[in-house]
T-cell receptor, first 110, second 117 residues
Framework: GIQVEQSPPDLILQEGANSTLRCNFS?????LQWFHQNPWGQLINLFY???GTKQNGRLSATTVATERYSLLYISSSQTTDSGVYFC????????????FGTGTRLTIIP | GAVVSQHPSWVICKSGTSVKIECRSL??????MFWYRQFPKQSLMLMAT?????????EQGVEKDKFLINHASLTLSTLTVTSAHPEDSSFYIC?????????????FGAGSRLTVL
């Protein structure tokens, strides 16, 4: 099956800092999503981004499908940004399964 | 936006009992739902794909007799952990695809934390 690796596995930053999270995948994909899992376990969909660049407030994401990677940028970090960030990919359209990456645990220190 | 509700949020049960977890799509119909399992500090692993009106499709290594999935309507899928043991303790999360333009986007329930004593 498709392999999804994320880096770094852990990241500790001071409030206000910027960060870049990376997601590498081993095969062509038609679906890529970034999620934030909060301390209570809820997964929040951040971006649906199989290709191109999107921005939403302090967050932005870029997927270079031909090179099989995606980046999530977080600017001016806040303590509420803490949690685990997952990317998840799917090869086909429709009802194929979404494979999750290994995750990046982000801790923002006040 | 699309909302997926999961119940219960957490459950504690004795070893040997069965536990049912419900996953509902609140404002849309979902012919397919997905059940994931997450151990502490690990990623999500797909357990099975729940199909309305037909049998679920289980991932390799997942015991179908242990984890019973029923998708009886277009808004409800249930996961029953039968004869639960402590090693079944985990965080179970369901998801569904929202319809329309965002059909490739999966929305997740809040998860159910199971502790088997």
């Amino acid at each position: 099956g498709i392999q999804v690796e994320q880096s770094p596995p852990d990241l500790i930053l001071q409030e206000g800092a910027n960060s870049t999270l990376r997601c590498n995948f081993s095969d062509s994909v038609n679906n890529l999503q970034w999620f934030h899992q909060n301390p209570w376990g809820q997964l929040i969909n951040l971006f649906y981004i199989p290709s191109g660049t999107k921005q939403n407030g302090r967050l932005s994401a870029t997927t270079v499908a031909t090179e099989r990677y995606s980046l999530l940028y977080i600017s001016s970090s806040q303590t509420t940004d803490s949690g685990v960030y997952f990317c998840a990919v799917e090869r086909g359209f429709g009802n194929e399964k979404l494979t999750f990456g290994t995750g990046t645990r982000l801790t923002i220190i006040p | 936006g699309a909302v997926v509700s999961q119940h219960p949020s957490w459950v504690i049960c004795k070893s040997g009992t069965s536990v049912k977890i419900e996953c509902r799509s609140l404002d849309f119909q979902a012919t397919t739902m997905f059940w994931y399992r997450q151990f502490p500090k690990q990623s999500l692993m797909l357990m099975a794909t729940s199909n309305e009106g037909s049998k679920a499709t289980y991932e390799q290594g997942v015991e179908k007799d242990k984890f019973l999935i029923n998708h009886a309507s277009l808004t409800l899928s249930t996961l029953t952990v039968t004869s639960a043991h402590p090693e079944d303790s985990s965080f179970y999360i369901c998801s569904a695809r929202s319809p329309g333009i965002g059909a490739n986007v999966l929305t997740f329930g809040a998860g159910s934390r199971l502790t088997v004593l």
